[in-house]
């Protein structure tokens, strides 16, 4: 988490979509693909003396974020897979999710497209991260 020293939303929210894709270029092949299938992306933002904390977790339970980079909605994760190894240029997935997890692991161009579509994802979702600021504002002033 970095620290930013005046709190202002607009300067809170980008600073979180920096967090967003500073977790996407550090993230673990794992959780690339966990949040891919299940979404899972969670805001942290925290005050401490004066400066406005953020941050990026993974979580289990919904929220304003936590259905940002999920890629199937209509075909099975195996389907959605497949069609998108074939745009990134990486081998075809497993259809376990377990097997998964060891193909992402091992492919580098898997990975790279996960990347991209992540960062694609935050980008086209700018507004989800103000609204994460709305709600902790709101939360902060309770």
């Known amino acids: 988490m970095l620290k930013h020293a005046h709190p202002d939303k607009a300067d809170i929210a980008a600073q979180l979509v920096r967090r967003a894709d500073e977790w996407i270029r550090r993230a673990e092949p794992r959780d690339l693909l966990r949040v891919m299938l299940r979404g899972g992306l969670s805001p942290v933002i925290v005050e401490e003396g004066g400066h406005v904390l953020t941050g990026i977790d993974l979580s289990d339970g919904p929220g ?52 991209r ?26």
Request: with cysteine; glycine share 6%; hydrophobic share 55%.
């Open 117 to 142: 579509f992540l960062h694609d994802e935050v980008d086209e979702n700018i507004a989800l991260f103000g609204a994460c600021v709305d709600e902790w504002l709101v939360s902060n002033q309770a």
């Open 64 to 115: 304003t974020l936590s259905k940002v980079g999920m890629i199937w909605v209509d075909l099975s994760a195996a389907e959605t897979l497949a069609i998108f190894a074939q745009v990134w240029g990486a081998s075809d997935p497993p259809a376990s999710v377990d097997a998964q997890e060891a193909w992402i692991a091992a492919d580098t161009a898997a990975q790279a497209g996960a990347r």
